[in-house]
């Protein structure tokens, strides 16, 4: 029962344009920068987005989010066997006073 | 470049104290610019927040409510290190244990993490 919601799954062909959505309240998402981060089995969450819309150095632009009241999405376009990953979005709560994590979306590449 | 190492202790009994380090590389555990993590993972909850500790012209620790009344977050300088202890854990407790740095105070941004542990509570 993570705090922000999304999908437990979405997939896509190569190519294709896959969006992620992460569902909050007007104490998180409303108020306050979303990240967005991949995983990989074995491996740490990367960051992929930060601060609503910018990327990391190395993180290449087919990864972009954009946010609309309590919701926001993270787009993956040309879509690549190597997408297929867990992949989250995060952000701070005001009233818990606390970051936040959504249940993680898992992502296939059909 | 930031990185964060780890310790490992595997299994842990129930009713015992969990402990993890994390030793910071190109960084400084007392910067006043960072914020220090504990976040784990686990199939049941996802990805969760524990706490965190960071240096203010003084030393801060914040928990997440749910772990107040057992977790404790330090810094060491001597090591340039942070520590995470839970005590009383459960199997509940059972997840991947990750350190991470944030560069700022009021955000879900995490720019750099450690390799992440697994922690398995059974006896």
């Known amino acids: 029962q993570s705090i922000l919601t999304q999908p437990p799954s979405a997939s896509g062909t190569p190519g294709q344009t896959v969006t992620i959505s992460c569902s909050g309240t007007?104490?998180?998402?409303?108020?306050?920068?979303v990240s967005w981060y991949r995983q990989l089995p074995g491996t740490a969450p990367e960051v992929l987005i930060y601060r609503n819309n910018q990327r990391p150095s190395g993180v290449p632009d087919r990864f972009s989010s954009s946010e609309s009241g309590t919701s926001a999405s993270l787009a993956i376009s040309g879509l690549r066997s190597e997408d297929e990953a867990d992949y989250f979005c995060a952000t701070w709560d005001d009233s818990r006073g606390a970051p936040v994590f959504g249940g993680g979306t898992k992502l296939t590449v059909l | 470049q930031v990185q964060l190492q780890q310790s490992s202790p595997g299994l842990v009994k129930p009713s015992q104290t969990l402990s993890l380090t994390c030793t910071i590389s190109g960084d400084s555990v007392s910067s006043s610019d960072a914020v220090w993590n504990w976040i784990r993972r686990s199939p049941s909850r996802g990805l969760e927040w524990l706490g965190r500790t960071y240096y203010r012209s003084r030393w801060y620790r914040d928990y997440a409510k749910s772990m107040r009344s057992r977790i404790i977050v330090d810094p060491d300088t001597s090591k340039n290190q942070f520590s995470l202890q839970l005590t009383s854990v459960t199997p509940e407790d059972t997840g991947v244990y990750y350190c991470a740095r944030s560069a700022t105070f009021i955000s879900g941004w995490f720019d750099s993490w450690g390799q992440g542990v697994l922690v398995t509570v059974s006896s």
């Open positions: 007007g104490s998180n998402i409303v108020s306050n920068f």
